[in-house]
Protein backbone atom coordinates (compact mmCIF):
# COMPACT_ATOMS: atom_id res chain seq x y z
CA UNK A 1 0.00 0.00 0.00
CA UNK A 2 1.51 3.25 -0.90
CA UNK A 3 0.22 7.02 -1.65
CA UNK A 4 2.41 9.68 -3.10
CA UNK A 5 1.64 13.12 -3.23
CA UNK A 6 3.07 15.11 -5.73
CA UNK A 7 2.09 18.86 -7.38
CA UNK A 8 3.33 21.07 -4.22
CA UNK A 9 5.73 24.04 -4.78
CA UNK A 10 6.23 27.88 -4.41
CA UNK A 11 3.27 29.73 -5.61
CA UNK A 12 2.56 33.54 -5.24
CA UNK A 13 -0.86 34.91 -3.28
CA UNK A 14 -3.74 34.39 -5.16
CA UNK A 15 -2.23 31.76 -7.23
CA UNK A 16 -3.14 28.03 -7.93
CA UNK A 17 -1.52 24.29 -7.26
CA UNK A 18 -2.78 21.07 -8.06
CA UNK A 19 -1.75 18.61 -5.49
CA UNK A 20 -2.39 14.65 -6.61
CA UNK A 21 -2.61 11.49 -4.09
CA UNK A 22 -1.55 8.25 -6.05
CA UNK A 23 -2.45 5.51 -4.71
CA UNK A 24 -1.05 2.29 -5.59
CA UNK A 25 -2.62 -1.36 -3.38
CA UNK A 26 -5.08 0.96 -2.58
CA UNK A 27 -8.79 0.22 -4.20
CA UNK A 28 -9.99 3.84 -3.71
CA UNK A 29 -13.52 2.49 -3.80
CA UNK A 30 -12.73 0.42 -0.49
CA UNK A 31 -11.41 3.81 1.23
CA UNK A 32 -12.29 7.67 1.56
CA UNK A 33 -9.25 9.92 1.43
CA UNK A 34 -7.93 13.08 3.19
CA UNK A 35 -6.17 15.92 2.92
CA UNK A 36 -4.29 17.04 5.48
CA UNK A 37 -1.89 19.92 6.13
CA UNK A 38 0.95 21.08 8.88
CA UNK A 39 2.81 24.28 9.28
CA UNK A 40 5.75 24.32 10.72
CA UNK A 41 5.17 24.43 14.57
CA UNK A 42 1.70 23.62 14.05
CA UNK A 43 -0.77 20.21 14.59
CA UNK A 44 -1.54 18.49 11.58
CA UNK A 45 -5.12 19.88 10.45
CA UNK A 46 -7.76 18.36 8.06
CA UNK A 47 -8.37 20.00 4.68
CA UNK A 48 -10.64 17.86 2.96
CA UNK A 49 -12.34 14.44 2.18
CA UNK A 50 -13.92 12.30 -0.21
CA UNK A 51 -16.35 8.96 0.01
CA UNK A 52 -15.82 8.33 -3.72
CA UNK A 53 -18.11 5.87 -3.11
CA UNK A 54 -20.92 7.93 -2.02
CA UNK A 55 -19.58 10.53 -4.26
CA UNK A 56 -19.45 13.03 -0.50
CA UNK A 57 -16.96 15.67 -0.32
CA UNK A 58 -15.94 17.84 3.20
CA UNK A 59 -14.24 20.59 3.59
CA UNK A 60 -13.06 23.16 6.52
CA UNK A 61 -14.03 26.13 6.72
CA UNK A 62 -10.83 28.01 5.90
CA UNK A 63 -10.73 25.82 2.47
CA UNK A 64 -14.58 25.99 1.53
CA UNK A 65 -14.66 27.86 -2.17
CA UNK A 66 -10.72 27.89 -2.74
CA UNK A 67 -10.55 23.96 -2.46
CA UNK A 68 -11.74 21.28 -4.10
CA UNK A 69 -11.11 17.54 -4.07
CA UNK A 70 -11.49 15.16 -6.76
CA UNK A 71 -11.09 11.43 -8.37
CA UNK A 72 -9.65 10.09 -11.15
CA UNK A 73 -10.98 6.18 -10.74
CA UNK A 74 -8.86 5.26 -13.56
CA UNK A 75 -5.90 6.19 -12.56
CA UNK A 76 -6.22 5.54 -8.56
CA UNK A 77 -5.54 9.59 -7.81
CA UNK A 78 -7.47 12.30 -5.68
CA UNK A 79 -6.74 15.48 -6.68
CA UNK A 80 -6.78 18.61 -4.34
CA UNK A 81 -7.17 21.91 -6.46
CA UNK A 82 -5.78 24.85 -4.50
CA UNK A 83 -6.99 28.37 -5.51
CA UNK A 84 -6.66 31.82 -4.30
CA UNK A 85 -3.93 30.52 -2.44
CA UNK A 86 -3.03 32.22 0.91
CA UNK A 87 0.44 32.56 2.82
CA UNK A 88 -1.22 31.00 5.40
CA UNK A 89 -2.36 28.48 3.15
CA UNK A 90 1.47 27.42 3.41
CA UNK A 91 2.41 24.04 4.63
CA UNK A 92 3.33 20.37 3.88
CA UNK A 93 0.09 18.69 2.65
CA UNK A 94 -0.30 14.99 3.14
CA UNK A 95 -3.06 12.30 2.11
CA UNK A 96 -4.66 9.86 4.01
CA UNK A 97 -6.53 6.63 3.15
CA UNK A 98 -8.74 5.98 5.70
CA UNK A 99 -10.54 2.40 5.76
CA UNK A 100 -13.42 2.69 7.90
CA UNK A 101 -16.25 3.35 5.33
CA UNK A 102 -19.90 4.63 5.72
CA UNK A 103 -21.28 7.74 4.18
CA UNK A 104 -18.86 10.47 5.11
CA UNK A 105 -15.50 10.93 5.84
CA UNK A 106 -13.46 11.96 8.40
CA UNK A 107 -10.94 14.56 9.00
CA UNK A 108 -9.58 12.95 12.01
CA UNK A 109 -5.84 12.47 11.50
CA UNK A 110 -5.64 10.17 14.86
CA UNK A 111 -7.52 7.33 12.83
CA UNK A 112 -5.99 7.16 9.34
CA UNK A 113 -4.89 4.09 8.01
CA UNK A 114 -2.38 5.01 5.59
CA UNK A 115 -0.04 8.40 4.91
CA UNK A 116 1.79 9.71 2.33
CA UNK A 117 4.79 11.35 2.77
CA UNK A 118 4.14 14.79 2.30
CA UNK A 119 4.50 17.30 -0.49
CA UNK A 120 5.41 20.77 0.27
CA UNK A 121 3.26 24.13 -0.92
CA UNK A 122 4.71 27.37 -0.12
CA UNK A 123 2.32 30.67 -0.97
CA UNK A 124 4.98 33.53 -0.86
CA UNK A 125 5.71 36.82 -2.99
Known amino acids: VQLVESGGGLVQPGGSLRLSCAASGLPLNFYTISWFRQAPGKEREGVSC????????SYVDFVKGRFTISRDNAKDTVYLQMDSLKPEDTAVYYC???????????????????WGKGTLVTVSS
Open 96 to 114: AADGQLGNGCRLDYRVMDH
Open 50 to 57: INIRKGYT
